[in-house]
């Protein structure tokens, strides 16, 4: 069995590999590692291995983890669908937000965040897949949202995610990163990130411009629900 520290190496060969086909640096390409669903433990080992960003989509598994890892120097990501009343706990909790896609949500964030804390970076999960996801921004509510959010105080908007459906054809997923780039592009702001790019589709990600690859089963091997 590989232990998390060889899938590590495995997965950053594939981000070096990926960003010199396409001529960029690899250390514009952050690592992600998704734990959702792995204990603390799982987390602990992929630290010792270098790895210094956690995204999460469970509010309450990931405090519970974050307790336990109070010594590491981790930065953490909140990366799943956010109801209202998690708010407070999210902007008290965490770096970064992936997944925002309505206003309420970055009002109650930038209400939310703490004061003494350094501006909450966010990202605006857009959909590009129609009606294959429900989660996200519509394309064409991308430019007022952006707008709106970047006019928010305690926030500073990033740039964008997606999760576009899912295709083992490595062109239809540079298609669908593409048009997030495009999207990106087309907005009157200073953004500088793409979060996009998961285990199966990471390279494609990257040649459209990924910024972060986020990264679970590739790090931490399949997730198990039943047993959660
Ligand atoms: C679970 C998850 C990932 C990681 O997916 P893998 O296919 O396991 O790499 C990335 N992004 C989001 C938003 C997720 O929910």
Redesign the pocket.
């Known amino acids: 069995m590989s232990t998390i520290a060889d899938n590590i190496s495995r997965v950053i060969a594939r981000i070096e590999a990926a960003a010199q086909a396409c001529g960029r640096a690899p250390a514009t390409i952050g690592l992600?590692a998704?734990s959702?669903t792995k204990p603390a433990e799982a987390v602990r080992e992929a630290f010792a291995a270098g790895v210094r960003d956690v995204?999460e989509?469970y509010l309450q598994e990931a405090l519970e983890k974050q307790t336990q890892l109070t010594d590491l120097a981790l930065t953490w990501h909140f990366?799943?669908p956010i109801q209202s009343n998690k708010t407070r706990a999210i902007a008290e909790h965490f770096d970064w937000v992936?997944?925002v896609d309505r206003l309420k949500i970055a009002q109650r964030l930038a209400e939310q965040r703490p004061e003494g804390l350094a501006p909450l970076n966010i990202c605006i999960q857009v959909n590009v897949s129609g009606e294959a996801s429900k989660s996200g921004c519509a394309p064409a509510e991308l430019e007022a949202l952006a707008q709106a959010i970047s006019a928010l105080p305690r926030l500073k908007l990033r740039g964008l995610?997606a999760?576009p459906e899912p295709t083992d054809d490595p062109d239809a997923q540079e298609a669908a990163f593409a048009s997030v780039r495009i999207l990106q592009e087309r907005l009157s702001l200073p953004l500088d990130t793409l979060s996009m790019g998961?285990?199966?589709d990471?390279e494609a990600a990257i040649a459209q411009g990924a910024t972060w690859v986020?990264?679970?089963?590739?790090?931490?091997g399949a997730?198990d629900y039943g047993q959660a």
Do not use: E, P, W, Y
């Open positions: 992600l998704v959702k995204g989509n990366i799943g992936h997944s995610m999760i998961m285990s199966h990471l986020r990264i679970g089963t590739a790090l931490f997730r």
